[in-house]
Nanobody, 126 residues
Framework: QVLLVESGGGLAQAGGSLRLSCAAS????????LGWFRQAPGQECEFVAA????????RYGESVKSRFAISRDNAKNTGYLQLNDLKPEDTAVYYC???????????????????WGQGTQVTVSS
């Protein structure tokens, strides 16, 4: 069992930045593949970013590539998502998710993840 708690969301202006954190507890965070998703009202859950348990090359959704950056600090049991150059269309609830996976596939589907946080709201004003 892994408990995930997101923080760092809030209100930002277009062009601004936010840093989301995902604090993990319960089992060694270093064993888990990390993903970030978002969901805007009335829309499907969207893949944002992912990173393997050991770190390495991050993967991003097309709409956030070059603006967002995923990272993790396994010693602190924490994952991060840096949001830069924010746009109003980035407004959504952002979720971190983890699962035990050590393969080479990039996990982009929500149903590939076992544990989820409660989400943190990001609102971007124009």
């Amino acid at each position: 069992q892994v408990l995930l708690v997101e923080s760092g969301g809030g209100l930002a202006q277009a062009g601004g930045s936010l840093r989301l954190s995902c604090a993990a507890s319960g089992r060694a965070f270093s064993n888990y593949y990390l993903g970030w998703f978002r969901q805007a009202p009335g829309q499907e859950c969207e893949f944002v970013a992912a990173m393997k348990s050991s770190g390495g090359v991050p993967r991003y959704g097309e709409s956030v590539k070059s603006r967002f950056a995923i990272s993790r600090d396994n010693a602190k049991n924490t994952g991060y998502l840096q949001l830069n150059d924010l746009k109003p269309e980035d407004t959504a609830v952002y979720y971190c998710a983890t699962t035990e996976y050590w393969g080479s596939q990039v996990l982009r589907a929500a149903d590939q993840y076992l544990y989820w946080g409660q989400g943190t709201q990001v609102t971007v004003s124009s």
